[in-house]
């Protein structure tokens, strides 16, 4: 029998986490984030961190600095790692998050790409504009580019990089390896409407809570070890409720705009989740979580 493993996934603010918590507090288990934006130390209001609770704990959370690079690679390993650890130890496993790519890397077992990096290449592509960027991916690669993070400078160059080496999309270049799991995979249904509700109300929130603050020391203290310039094109701060606030500290913005961005933001990476999740018909879509709970208990007698 393959171990046993619950995803629980869905656009951002969708309430992924409330739903894991009191699942995994019910059936005995334990949370793996799978986020490409909680995985960064101290970037915690920005990326809505919840850290451990004793009858639920959460992995692969502040696992790297900010200026670190981490691959799906990493995570793949890492994350197929404690999933065994979690049901060797007589656990249920939960995956829980939005991060699409990550998700499947684990799920689908991913070989990933094989393509040597190109610094040549990668330096050419550097010098480029994350809008750039994308409108060459839009171009040279439009399947990949419904999908991937737009505002990843690291993430569009590479997916660049095998497109052009190779002349295969990105997103078909990941091979899907034998399956190594019993899966069950879950996604929260929500409308439209109520989805930007709930955007909008924790935007407000996290600037009540200081992100302002939060995104300020970072860079301070990046700002010590990288240069400056560097430090906007970095992934963890091309993030959404961080690369807002450039022009903030530039005063070319006021707050209100900011908040006004990172809403827009979260809504447009939201239909951005939404269009690679809805290509998995696996996934059970359900809007209450009692659902989710009648579904696990059938899961479990398997």
């Known amino acids: 029998m393959k171990p046993k493993l619950i995803v629980i996934l869905g656009p951002t603010a969708s309430g992924k986490t409330d739903w894991a ?28 961190k919840v850290f451990d609770k004793e009858d639920s704990p959460h992995h692969l959370i502040d696992i790297v600095n900010p200026e ?24 249920l496993p939960f995956l829980v998050g939005g991060t699409g790519l990550y998700i499947q890397a684990v799920i689908d077992n991913f070989e ?23 409108g060459d991916l839009e171009r040279l690669d439009p399947r990949t580019a419904e999908t991937i993070d737009s505002k990843n400078k690291r993430r569009l160059i590479r997916a660049l990089e095998v497109k052009i080496l190779s002349g295969v999309s990105f997103v078909s270049a990941k091979k899907i390896g034998e399956p190594i799991f019993d899966i069950l995979q879950i996604g929260i249904e929500i409308s439209r409407e109520r989805l930007c509700k709930r955007i909008d109300k924790r935007v407000e929130e996290q600037i009540d809570q200081g992100l302002e603050s939060e995104v300020k020391n970072i860079y301070d203290e990046l700002s010590k070890r990288i240069p400056e310039e ?28 900011v908040i006004k961005l990172i809403k ?5 990476y939201a239909r951005r989740q939404m269009t690679w999740f ?3 018909k696996r996934i059970h879509w ?3 979580i009692e659902e ?5 208990k059938e899961f479990l007698k398997r």
């Open 21 to 48: 918590i009191k699942l995994a507090e019910k059936f005995g288990g334990e949370i793996i984030s799978v986020d490409s934006r909680q995985i960064y130390r101290g970037m915690d209001i920005g990326t809505a």
């Open 68 to 91: 670190e690079e981490f691959t799906v690679a990493q995570y793949k390993k890492l994350a197929k790692d404690l999933i065994k650890d979690i049901n060797q130890r007589r656990k």
């Open 112 to 134: 990933i790409p094989k393509v040597l990096p190109s610094q040549a290449l990668r330096k050419k592509l550097e010098e480029k504009s994350i809008e750039e960027l994308f």
């Open 230 to 257: 560097k430090i906007w094109q970095l992934p963890s701060m091309s993030g959404i409720c961080y690369q807002e606030f450039k022009k903030y500290f530039e005063d070319k913005i006021d707050l209100a705009e």
């Open 264 to 268: 827009l933001h979260n809504r447009q």
């Open 278 to 280: 809805k290509r998995d």
């Open 286 to 288: 359900l809007e209450k």
């Open 292 to 296: 989710a709970d009648e579904l696990i």
